[in-house]
């Protein structure tokens, strides 16, 4: 590694970069070996399977930045469709706003559940959304009677919402749906870097005990990214009803481990402090091209997804606590010798004083 | 007898008649358990003056810091700032007070921009955080300080100098009037002392009060304007640094009480077990040399972090030298791992007991015998109990260890027989060389005679024996030779007719030994005459007079 | 005599007892019969399982670690019975590769954790996808079935009197487990790397060994209790014993097991077992579905940490209110030299 690159590019922006060109190699590869690699059906295809991972990984990185992890969000996202789906075909003249607001609500009572385990009663993130995962599910299971939403008794706005596009260029269609998840993760985007909120994510998750010393509302801000999480994963079950208007009890299933795995792989540091929402985007879209691809090119089962999602979360674990964690060291080592260099040039004597 | 002139001429609350104090400790006691950490001490700091304390490990700096930080509170006296009385129950409440710690470990935000680090603290900096704005700040207040630093950077590469830089820069950001300082230079090269002094300096013009704990007594003249000398708990003297002179310092701090401490027959040692030539880890020791012979004690002094602990935890193998030689009974050896250690015969009982040393839930006999676990295993991997207790009763019945039984978890038992159980648990691997650190840290002074006892009798076995202690009387008085450290280097090794508690902190704090000669007297003999007086303000009045 | 049964009554197998007893009263007001041989045979065989694979999971957690992946091992080593059998592989040939491919990633997940030092949370995560994934990839959406008749056999019906083979093996592997947990080497050092690894280092304790062991021995066992499913069930689907992890990992903390390590007993962890046993055969009497079973057990998972944590937090503000009242009460006496005061 030169180290020209190394004073350009803090070494989380490299898996960041890295990823990104995985994602193109990916993409050129594939393009090599399916005909008609880029066809607008597939692409559009393609966006329009991003937009519910991708929201969910949105509130999913804000608890992974603090050192947490939600496996909940399928359940809440099951939830929340099914509930707003029977809402919907008891009161078809529903406001579409409404649902949508009520289906974010739902996430956000489940989220803030999670939140209030984890933050104030100490219980561990894993257990408490290993144990939410489950029972979410069967609230669902108990709330529907093993009865299924269908599309038929659905209001027929819900018809429209799911082909209605925004911007359209030749065949390739910017999907509202696809549009509402790029505003979500532009969104985060903006919440990380600009609000005070998003910095105390990365303190806490970055060390915790100083978080704790220079008197942070740890607490507070760790039960509120898990209720945004489920806020998010309410969304997300809004698009996800849209989307197939059939709604079973196995709504959403797996969904959990397909967004966690979209985090790590995005560089998102499963023990909190660094990442971004570009990442998790990138992590999507690389499992999503993954899954697709696979599924079209020769040879490949379909099942061979979760395989390579395991594999995926592996490499990318370790891959960031050893290559990482050296790049790291090269960077401070550089960074520390210019330093160096820099004060060895007798600043002291140039006259430079601010005395207040 | 006659206390100590210094201190009778410059009582603390008279010290600049025309100026009002900032923070004044008035009278502060504190006691953990029954040891007096804190007994009326009181302290006045000044805008603008920079206040150095001084005292040896356990003086009671540690605790006074947190009682002003907020980390502890006081048993008695009070705290005062601009002469209304203050509570102090968090370090948020110090922090709104406009008082600050800077410790040897920074508390940094590695994946926080340098700028962020400075003001995450800060409640009151609107909704957004306009980066820009905040960068030109923290620009603004390093500046202050004379300190460039690329703001938009992530802490994470910064070194420990420029680290507790942005610390000292958040303080200031938060419009510090106290600024307390423990240790900061511990860890800095010379260049960066340099650096941190001119920042310390330029607070000094900005009228911050500054109070400054180092070992180093060459720092503390340059900088300070007022020293503070703490000893056992107690304030001894504060004098304006031209009233004060290293050598009046290190007599004032020693004369720690040495009653009831054991006295050791000398014996003559046996051959050379452990021999070390030029023994160095980087960051940590460099060229430490000396021999340890068969029914030795060999004591360690220095101050806390002078690399003692290194060169225990590298003769043991968990933190392994990078250099030099170890010659074990006249061969060369490597030793990568504590297994190898032990295979060796060398044992290595952790000052850290109760992080390191004990499994503190489980039993007793379970401690005493995890590292000869295997010796207590039959074929089929099964635990031998009855072995296991019979060993674990005979260490109680040998070691007094106070308990109803040995199947009672350790965590039960007091300070004092915990440290048995950590001796127990190395004794039954039969070492030849036997490192303690810090043997009687915490334990009460029963314990300490019989620890005292239990390792004269180790070494009258032939066992060699290296202590690491940070009690001076306790040093002088179990060791037939000592050797000191300073920094991570040697400074010198003492015979045992040698040592004097003011050689050995001289030495421990980088003086040379020759300003010192006239008030030199064998510790054994001090540790005899000394028993039971007050002997404090008698010796330093003895020193002074002389001087 | 009273008293001291009121202080074994107060402790986490105290209360386990009693939540026993009730559970177990309720299902035999409701079933004539109950504690007959054959009706308690039946109990265990719908979880053994998962009770065998409780065993593994005692000593990971214990050991301060956690494994998330054993549910999915369980399916993968079904699906390579299956897979292998359907491939013209004798049948105890494939159970044998079964078994050495759950040792191998065991020692993967144990190498990942004990060597590159990663999370073991992080790692088994992993497993938990990837594992099931491979599953999928070997039996893909198709259920695989047509083993001999001596197999299913074997898992079905009793082999010494009504007793089953998965059950002999469960409760001579539960006297082993209590045996090295509470009476071996391997035991202790369990304890004392999940209360403290550093403090096992210092004492020349080898700890990436004991942690490999006790990861291979978690994947082995999961492989063992996949192939002994697949037998009592005559057919594996990629699905098989999905989701197990959660009601595994939720009997180890009701079994009084601490998820932070060095903490817990296997007899709590039997009691746990025969309770949650118990448990799920009282909701079906009481008509409660299998599905909802799995959320009473995730309720019952929080609840077991959860519960813990806040009577500790009640404790220790009740300790520090007297801890206050005693140092206001007790105001050091002046001049007191600091030697003195504590006692031996």
């Given at each position: 590694?030169?180290?020209?690159?190394?004073?350009r590019?803090?070494p989380e922006?490299?898996?960041?970069?890295?990823l990104?060109?995985?994602?193109?190699g990916l993409?050129?590869?594939f393009?090599f070996?399916?005909?008609d690699y880029f066809?607008a059906?597939?692409?559009?295809?393609?966006t329009t399977?991003?937009a519910?991972p991708?929201v969910?990984?949105?509130?999913?990185?804000l608890?992974?930045?603090?050192?947490n992890?939600?496996?909940?969000v399928?359940?809440?996202?099951?939830?929340?469709?099914?509930?707003?789906?029977?809402?919907?075909?008891?009161?078809?003249?529903?406001?579409?706003?409404?649902?949508?607001v009520i289906?974010?609500?739902?996430?956000?009572?489940?989220g803030?559940i999670?939140g209030?385990?984890?933050?104030?009663?100490?219980?561990?993130a894993?257990?408490?959304?290993l144990?939410?995962l489950a029972?979410?599910?069967v609230?669902l299971?108990?709330?529907?009677?093993a009865?299924?939403v269908?599309?038929?008794?659905?209001?027929?706005?819900?018809n429209?919402?799911?082909?209605?596009?925004?911007?359209?260029a030749g065949g390739?269609?910017?999907?509202?749906m696809?549009?509402?998840?790029?505003?979500v993760?532009i969104?985060?985007?903006?919440?990380?870097?600009?609000?005070?909120?998003?910095?105390?994510?990365y303190?806490?998750g970055?060390?915790?005990?100083a978080?704790?010393?220079?008197?942070?509302?740890?607490?507070?801000?760790?039960?509120?990214?898990f209720t945004?999480?489920?806020m998010?994963?309410?969304?997300?079950?809004?698009?996800f009803?849209v989307r197939?208007?059939?709604?079973?009890?196995?709504?959403?299933q797996g969904?959990?481990l397909?967004?966690?795995a979209?985090?790590?792989?995005?560089?998102?540091?499963?023990?909190?402090?660094?990442?971004?929402?570009i990442?998790?985007?990138?992590?999507?879209?690389?499992?999503e091209?993954?899954?697709q691809?696979?599924?079209?090119?020769?040879?490949?089962?379909?099942?061979?997804?979760?395989?390579?999602?395991?594999?995926?979360?592996?490499?990318?674990?370790?891959?960031?606590?050893?290559?990482?964690?050296?790049?790291?060291?090269m960077?401070?080592?550089?960074r520390?010798r210019d330093r160096e260099?820099?004060?060895s040039?007798p600043?002291?004597?140039?006259g430079?004083?601010?005395?207040? | 007898?006659t206390?100590d002139?210094?201190?009778?001429?410059q009582?603390?609350?008279?010290?600049q008649?025309?100026?009002?104090p900032?923070?004044e400790?008035v009278?502060?006691?504190k006691?953990?358990?029954g040891t007096?950490?804190?007994?009326?001490?009181?302290?006045?700091?000044y805008?603008?003056?920079?206040?150095?304390?001084l005292?040896?490990n356990?003086a009671?700096?540690?605790?006074?810091?947190?009682?002003m930080t907020g980390?502890?509170q006081?048993?008695?006296?009070e705290?005062?700032i601009?002469g209304?009385?203050v509570r102090?129950?968090?370090?948020?409440?110090?922090?709104r007070?406009?008082v600050?710690?800077?410790?040897q470990?920074?508390m940094?935000?590695?994946?926080?921009s340098?700028a962020?680090?400075?003001f995450?603290?800060?409640t009151?900096r609107?909704k957004?955080v306009?980066?820009r704005?905040?960068e030109?700040e923290a620009?603004?207040v390093?500046a202050?300080l004379?300190?460039?630093l690329?703001?938009?950077?992530?802490a994470?590469?910064?070194?420990?100098?420029?680290?507790q830089?942005?610390e000292?820069?958040k303080?200031?950001s938060?419009?510090?009037?106290?600024?307390?300082?423990?240790?900061?230079?511990?860890?800095?090269?010379?260049?960066?002392?340099?650096?941190l002094?001119r920042i310390?300096?330029?607070?000094?013009?900005?009228?911050?009060a500054?109070?400054f704990i180092?070992h180093?007594?060459?720092?503390?003249f340059?900088?300070?304007?007022?020293i503070?000398?703490?000893?056992?708990?107690?304030?001894?003297?504060?004098l304006?640094?031209?009233?004060?002179t290293?050598?009046?310092?290190?007599r004032?701090?020693?004369?720690?009480e040495v009653r009831?401490?054991f006295h050791?027959?000398q014996?003559?040692p046996?051959?050379v077990?452990l021999s070390v030539r030029?023994?160095?880890?980087e960051g940590?020791?460099?060229?430490?040399s000396?021999?340890l012979?068969?029914?030795e004690v060999?004591?360690?002094?220095?101050?806390v972090g002078?690399?003692?602990?290194?060169?225990?935890?590298?003769?043991?193998?968990?933190?392994?030298?990078d250099?030099?030689?170890?010659?074990?009974?006249?061969?060369?050896?490597?030793i990568?791992s504590p297994?190898a250690?032990?295979?060796?015969?060398?044992?290595?009982?952790?000052?850290?007991r109760r992080q390191?040393?004990l499994?503190?839930?489980?039993?007793?006999?379970s401690?005493?015998?995890?590292?000869?676990?295997?010796?207590?295993?039959?074929?089929?991997?099964?635990?031998?109990?009855y072995?296991?207790?019979?060993?674990?009763e005979e260490?109680?019945?040998?070691?007094?260890?106070?308990t109803?039984s040995?199947?009672?978890?350790?965590?039960?038992?007091?300070?004092?027989?915990?440290q048995?159980?950590?001796i127990?648990?190395?004794?039954e691997?039969?070492?030849?060389?036997?490192?303690?650190?810090?043997?009687?840290?915490?334990?009460?002074?029963?314990?300490?005679?019989?620890?005292?006892?239990l390792?004269?009798?180790l070494?009258?076995?032939g066992?060699?024996?290296?202590?690491?202690?940070s009690?001076?009387?306790?040093?002088?008085a179990?060791?037939?030779?000592?050797?000191?450290?300073?920094?991570?280097?040697q400074?010198?090794?003492f015979?045992q007719?040698d040592?004097?508690?003011?050689r050995v902190?001289a030495?421990a704090?980088g003086?040379?030994?020759?300003?010192?000669?006239?008030n030199?007297e064998p510790?054994?003999?001090?540790?005899?005459?000394?028993?039971?007086?007050?002997?404090?303000?008698d010796?330093?009045?003895?020193g002074?007079n002389?001087? | 005599?009273?008293r001291?049964l009121?202080?074994?009554l107060r402790?986490?197998?105290?209360?386990?007892?009693?939540c026993?007893?009730?559970v177990?009263?309720?299902?035999?007001?409701?079933?004539?019969?109950f504690?007959?041989?054959?009706n308690q045979?039946?109990?265990?065989?719908?979880?053994?399982?998962?009770?065998?694979?409780i065993l593994?999971m005692?000593?990971?957690?214990?050991?301060g670690?956690?494994?998330?992946s054993?549910?999915?091992?369980?399916g993968?080593?079904a699906?390579?019975?299956a897979a292998?059998?359907?491939a013209?592989?004798?049948?105890p040939?494939?159970?044998?590769l079964?078994?050495?491919?759950?040792?191998?990633?065991?020692l993967i997940?144990?190498?990942?954790?004990?060597v590159?030092?990663?999370?073991?949370?992080?790692?088994t995560?992993?497993?938990?996808?990837g594992?099931?994934?491979?599953a999928?990839?070997?039996?893909?959406d198709r259920s695989?079935?047509?083993?001999?008749?001596?197999f299913?056999?074997?898992?079905?019906?009793?082999?010494?009197?009504?007793?089953t083979l998965?059950i002999?093996?469960?409760?001579?592997?539960?006297?082993?487990a209590?045996?090295v947990l509470?009476?071996?080497g391997?035991g202790r050092?369990?304890?004392v790397?999940g209360?403290s690894a550093?403090?096992?280092?210092?004492?020349?304790?080898?700890?990436?060994?004991?942690?490999?062991i006790?990861f291979?021995?978690s994947?082995?066992?999961?492989?063992l209790a996949?192939?002994?499913?697949?037998?009592?069930?005559?057919?594996?689907?990629?699905?098989?014993?999905?989701?197990f992890e959660?009601d595994i990992?939720?009997?180890v903390?009701?079994?009084?097991?601490?998820?932070?390590?060095?903490?817990g007993?296997m007899a709590?962890?039997?009691?746990?077992?025969?309770?949650?046993?118990?448990?799920?055969n009282?909701?079906v009497?009481?008509?409660?579905?299998?599905?909802?079973?799995t959320g009473?057990?995730g309720?019952?998972?929080?609840l077991?940490?959860?519960?813990?944590n806040l009577?500790?937090r009640?404790?220790?503000r009740?300790?520090?209110?007297?801890?206050?009242?005693?140092?206001?009460?007790?105001q050091p006496?002046p001049g007191?030299?600091?030697w003195?005061?504590?006692?031996?």
């Amino acid at each position: 590694m030169s180290n020209a690159l190394l004073r350009r590019i803090r070494p989380e922006q490299f898996r960041e970069v890295i990823l990104f060109l995985v994602v193109i190699g990916l993409l050129v590869f594939f393009s090599f070996q399916i005909n008609d690699y880029f066809n607008a059906r597939s692409v559009n295809r393609l966006t329009t399977g991003l937009a519910i991972p991708l929201v969910v990984a949105v509130g999913q990185v804000l608890v992974v930045l603090t050192r947490n992890i939600d496996l909940s969000v399928s359940s809440v996202c099951g939830l929340s469709a099914y509930m707003v789906g029977t809402l919907l075909t008891r009161q078809n003249d529903l406001h579409p706003v409404l649902a949508l607001v009520i289906a974010m609500l739902i996430g956000v009572v489940l989220g803030a559940i999670n939140g209030l385990i984890v933050a104030y009663g100490g219980v561990p993130a894993i257990i408490t959304t290993l144990g939410t995962l489950a029972l979410y599910r069967v609230v669902l299971v108990e709330f529907s009677g093993a009865r299924t939403v269908t599309t038929a008794e659905l209001p027929d706005w819900m018809n429209d919402v799911p082909s209605a596009t925004l911007a359209s260029a030749g065949g390739y269609d910017l999907r509202l749906m696809v549009g509402i998840a790029l505003v979500v993760v532009i969104l985060g985007q903006l919440t990380l870097r600009y609000l005070p909120f998003g910095r105390r994510l990365y303190a806490i998750g970055s060390n915790p005990d100083a978080a704790r010393t220079a008197g942070l509302p740890v607490r507070r801000d760790v039960f509120l990214a898990f209720t945004l999480s489920g806020m998010l994963a309410g969304l997300a079950g809004f698009m996800f009803l849209v989307r197939f208007g059939n709604i079973t009890v196995t709504a959403a299933q797996g969904l959990e481990l397909q967004v966690v795995a979209a985090v790590v792989v995005g560089g998102v540091n499963i023990f909190g402090g660094s990442g971004s929402m570009i990442g998790a985007l990138l992590g999507v879209l690389m499992i999503e091209i993954l899954q697709q691809s696979l599924l079209r090119w020769a040879g490949i089962s379909e099942f061979v997804k979760d395989a390579i999602l395991g594999l995926l979360i592996l490499v990318a674990i370790t891959a960031d606590a050893v290559i990482l964690g050296r790049l790291r060291e090269m960077w401070v080592r550089v960074r520390r010798r210019d330093r160096e260099l820099a004060q060895s040039v007798p600043a002291d004597e140039s006259g430079v004083v601010h005395g207040a | 007898m006659t206390m100590d002139p210094a201190a009778q001429v410059q009582p603390p609350a008279t010290q600049q008649a025309g100026a009002a104090p900032i923070l004044e400790m008035v009278h502060i006691s504190k006691s953990f358990g029954g040891t007096q950490a804190l007994e009326d001490v009181s302290l006045q700091l000044y805008s603008g003056e920079i206040h150095a304390l001084l005292g040896e490990n356990g003086a009671g700096k540690s605790t006074l810091i947190k009682i002003m930080t907020g980390i502890q509170q006081q048993d008695s006296g009070e705290m005062r700032i601009d002469g209304q009385q203050v509570r102090v129950a968090s370090s948020q409440d110090a922090q709104r007070l406009g008082v600050a710690a800077i410790y040897q470990e920074p508390m940094i935000f590695p994946d926080l921009s340098v700028a962020e680090n400075i003001f995450i603290g800060h409640t009151n900096r609107g909704k957004i955080v306009d980066r820009r704005r905040m960068e030109r700040e923290a620009e603004a207040v390093l500046a202050r300080l004379d300190v460039n630093l690329d703001v938009g950077e992530p802490a994470r590469g910064l070194t420990l100098a420029e680290q507790q830089t942005v610390e000292i820069a958040k303080a200031i950001s938060l419009d510090v009037r106290v600024l307390i300082m423990d240790e900061p230079t511990a860890s800095l090269s010379a260049h960066e002392v340099r650096r941190l002094f001119r920042i310390v300096a330029s607070l000094k013009r900005q009228g911050v009060a500054v109070l400054f704990i180092s070992h180093r007594m060459e720092e503390v003249f340059e900088i300070s304007d007022t020293i503070t000398v703490l000893r056992d708990g107690r304030w001894i003297s504060t004098l304006p640094r031209a009233e004060m002179t290293p050598a009046l310092a290190i007599r004032q701090m020693v004369g720690r009480e040495v009653r009831e401490l054991f006295h050791r027959e000398q014996r003559e040692p046996g051959r050379v077990r452990l021999s070390v030539r030029d023994l160095s880890r980087e960051g940590r020791f460099r060229n430490v040399s000396f021999d340890l012979r068969a029914g030795e004690v060999l004591g360690f002094a220095g101050l806390v972090g002078a690399g003692r602990t290194d060169v225990g935890l590298a003769l043991f193998g968990v933190a392994p030298a990078d250099s030099g030689v170890i010659e074990l009974d006249g061969n060369a050896v490597t030793i990568g791992s504590p297994q190898a250690a032990m295979a060796m015969g060398i044992a290595y009982s952790t000052e850290d007991r109760r992080q390191l040393g004990l499994v503190l839930p489980l039993s007793i006999s379970s401690n005493i015998t995890l590292p000869s676990l295997p010796r207590f295993l039959n074929r089929a991997g099964l635990v031998k109990r009855y072995a296991e207790r019979s060993t674990a009763e005979e260490f109680r019945e040998r070691l007094r260890i106070r308990t109803p039984s040995v199947d009672a978890p350790t965590g039960s038992l007091s300070g004092g027989n915990q440290q048995k159980v950590v001796i127990s648990k190395w004794l039954e691997t039969n070492p030849q060389v036997l490192i303690l650190d810090e043997p009687t840290r915490g334990i009460d002074v029963g314990a300490k005679v019989e620890v005292h006892q239990l390792i004269d009798e180790l070494a009258s076995k032939g066992m060699a024996i290296i202590m690491i202690s940070s009690d001076m009387p306790e040093v002088l008085a179990m060791s037939d030779r000592v050797l000191v450290m300073r920094e991570g280097r040697q400074m010198a090794i003492f015979d045992q007719r040698d040592a004097t508690q003011e050689r050995v902190l001289a030495a421990a704090m980088g003086q040379s030994d020759g300003d010192l000669t006239a008030n030199s007297e064998p510790a054994a003999a001090r540790a005899t005459t000394v028993m039971d007086a007050e002997i404090s303000g008698d010796t330093l009045a003895a020193g002074a007079n002389r001087e | 005599m009273a008293r001291d049964l009121l202080r074994r009554l107060r402790s986490w197998e105290g209360l386990l007892l009693l939540c026993l007893l009730v559970v177990l009263a309720y299902n035999i007001s409701r079933v004539p019969n109950f504690l007959t041989i054959g009706n308690q045979i039946n109990l265990f065989q719908l979880g053994i399982e998962k009770a065998i694979v409780i065993l593994a999971m005692t000593f990971v957690i214990i050991s301060g670690e956690i494994d998330l992946s054993v549910a999915s091992m369980m399916g993968l080593s079904a699906a390579i019975t299956a897979a292998a059998f359907e491939a013209g592989v004798p049948l105890p040939v494939a159970i044998l590769l079964a078994l050495s491919v759950g040792v191998g990633f065991g020692l993967i997940n144990g190498y990942f954790v004990a060597v590159v030092g990663l999370s073991s949370l992080a790692v088994t995560l992993a497993g938990y996808i990837g594992f099931r994934g491979l599953a999928r990839l070997l039996v893909q959406d198709r259920s695989v079935g047509d083993f001999p008749e001596w197999f299913t056999n074997l898992g079905q019906h009793g082999l010494i009197g009504p007793i089953t083979l998965s059950i002999a093996i469960y409760f001579i592997l539960a006297v082993l487990a209590i045996v090295v947990l509470h009476f071996s080497g391997l035991g202790r050092l369990t304890y004392v790397i999940g209360n403290s690894a550093p403090v096992a280092r210092f004492s020349g304790v080898s700890v990436v060994r004991t942690r490999l062991i006790i990861f291979m021995m978690s994947g082995l066992i999961a492989a063992l209790a996949g192939v002994l499913m697949t037998a009592r069930l005559g057919a594996v689907r990629a699905s098989t014993a999905e989701g197990f992890e959660l009601d595994i990992i939720t009997v180890v903390l009701l079994g009084g097991v601490s998820i932070f390590g060095g903490v817990g007993s296997m007899a709590g962890v039997l009691m746990a077992t025969y309770l949650v046993l118990n448990l799920r055969n009282g909701l079906v009497i009481a008509g409660v579905t299998g599905n909802t079973q799995t959320g009473i057990i995730g309720l019952l998972l929080i609840l077991s940490v959860l519960l813990p944590n806040l009577a500790a937090r009640v404790r220790e503000r009740l300790h520090r209110r007297q801890a206050d009242a005693a140092v206001r009460h007790h105001q050091p006496p002046p001049g007191d030299t600091p030697w003195v005061t504590e006692p031996g």
